[in-house]
């Protein structure tokens, strides 16, 4: 099959199923033997850990309907490959990337994979992740797991694939899959979709459902579509959106149940937005390291010459400078939500507590604890799992004020959105939206990618004016790709 098929875009490739070029089985098939091909072959990209033995017969279920014609669902025959933490009731293995989970098979669909499937979409598999969304060593690099080992960046091997959703971002880049969705606590959407050169939308904390999803912390966690083009990943956001009945976070959103976030793609909508340019001088004057490299500033430059040429009214200056104190939250989280998890998969469950994956790992030594396992340690025996320690609760009043403080910066500049050139963690801290669009490439050949965030649940305004930004950008995924 040609390669300009494993670049296909959902459109075009519903488009081929309702004119009987393509089907379903094909294209799961194809994908297939790419991961033998790329992925899975002596120095391949190692991305995948685990293929879904119903694909292929999913992909007849679905054959057998009526060609895709206009009214069915918006995934239909797409397929998908997830983050190995999020839960498939299937034959599928849920683990995060441990050797303590490779055996345990979750008992019920996440929220989100409830309605990927009822959306249509074929779950093709199962995709490598820093091991525990990178909550599990200080010395963990990024895409390394103890089940699946390391993932491999496929624009430069020497150079890693941002984490912790490394998997599904080397997978969507090279063409293993339609999309895929990733997770994130504090960028491991967004640094992964940036490594790679794709689009990665973190939602708005609440706007996507959290259960059936090996946590982290639930103040912080949300899973995000990650895909070639802002199309795609609107559309994806669209599905995995909504009301998730074991989540109380995703109670507030309301009437945004079911918005179809394709509608904003619009090639003109940059005229008069008003777009935050957020430099962070307080925060480079106070740290130089934090200072965006010549060739990434000088994308970002290009990019916002681009916006104004295009119609967007750019507001500079507006810097937000907080006290993000994310990983307190997230270390006095960690337990208490790591054990609920666990006591969901039942009594056949493999590990019951986050102190027995501690166990297996000190038992494994040899091949679970190639990094170590610092961050279970400090979680396990020096945070009491009950969320009473003073330094979380003061944590959570300095989230508060960052909160504020980012509204009122949207407020007193009367912007629409916000364009950072310093990669911060005011977006997750907040639980504000954000995502990224490829803006570039660097000499070493690694994309250059952009961040932008806006309101809560104001995803329309943020993918309405990254598609905008894209189609004039015109990157191009496959050049450069060393596979």
């Known amino acids: 099959m040609p390669d300009a098929v494993f670049y296909a875009s959902i459109r075009e490739i519903h488009r081929l199923y309702r004119e009987k070029k393509l089907t379903v089985r094909s ?5 297939l033997s790419r991961i033998a091909e790329i992925d899975k072959c002596a120095g391949g990209l190692n991305s995948v850990l685990e293929i879904n033995p119903d694909a292929l017969f999913i992909a007849d279920a679905l054959d057998k309907k009526t060609g895709c014609p206009e009214e069915t669902p918006p995934l239909f025959g797409i397929p998908i490959l997830l983050k190995d933490n999020i839960n498939t009731a299937d034959r599928l293995h849920t683990s995060a990337g441990s050797l303590a989970l490779a055996g345990s098979y979750a008992p019920y669909d996440a929220h989100i994979v409830k309605r990927l499937r009822e959306a249509g979409a074929v779950i093709l598999g199962k995709v490598n992740m820093t091991e525990f969304a990178n909550f599990m060593s ?37 063409g293993l899959c339609a999309a895929s969705v990733g ?3 504090s960028g491991s959407v967004i640094s992964p979709a ?6 990665g939308i973190k939602p708005t904390l609440g706007l996507v459902g959290r259960s059936g999803i090996i946590p982290i ?22 599905v995995i959106a909504g009301i998730d009945p074991d989540d109380p976070a995703t109670f507030a959103q309301g009437a945004r149940i079911g918005r179809d976030y394709t509608k904003y793609l619009d090639n003109d909508g940059l005229k008069g937005v008003r777009i935050g340019i957020n430099r962070s001088r307080k925060l480079v004057e106070a740290d130089p390291a934090f200072a965006p490299p010549e060739e990434e500033k000088a994308a970002f430059d290009g990019l ?74 400090d979680a396990q025996n020096n945070t009491s799992g009950t969320m009473t320690e003073p330094e979380y609760i003061e944590a959570l009043k300095c989230r508060e004020e960052a909160v504020a403080l980012l509204d009122r910066l949207f407020d007193g500049n009367g912007i629409d959105v916000l364009l950072c050139e310093v990669l911060t963690n005011i977006a997750p801290f907040t639980g504000f939206p954000c995502m990224t669009i490829p803006i570039g490439r660097k000499k070493d050949n690694v994309p250059i990618g952009s961040y932008w965030t806006a309101r809560r649940f104001d995803e329309a305004k943020l993918i309405r004016a990254a598609y905008a930004a894209e189609q004039r950008l015109g990157f191009s995924l496959r050049e450069g790709i060393s596979i």
């Open 194 to 199: 940036m490594q790679n050169g794709i689009v």
């Open 27 to 31: 294209l799961v098939m194809s994908y």
């Open 183 to 185: 997770t994130e606590t």
């Open 138 to 174: 200080d010395n963990m690099p990024a895409g390394y797991s103890s089940r699946g080992g390391q993932t491999l960046n496929p624009f430069n091997r020497d150079v890693h694939p941002g984490g912790s959703s490394a998997g599904s971002g080397v997978a969507v880049a090279a």
């Open 304 to 377: 916002c010459g681009l916006l104004a040429e295009a119609g967007a009214v750019l507001v500079d200056n507006a810097d937000i400078d907080a006290d993000y104190r994310i990983k307190a939250i997230m270390r006095n989280e960690f337990k208490a939500c790591m054990n609920h998890y666990l006591s969901t998969l039942g009594a056949g469950a493999p590990v019951k507590t986050l102190g027995d994956i501690i166990a297996f790992n000190q038992a494994n030594a040899a091949t679970a604890l190639k990094y170590g396992q610092s961050i279970l340690l």
């Open 217 to 238: 912390c639930g103040t912080h966690d949300t899973a995000g579509p990650m895909a070639r083009s802002v199309e795609d990943a609107a559309a994806l956001l669209g």
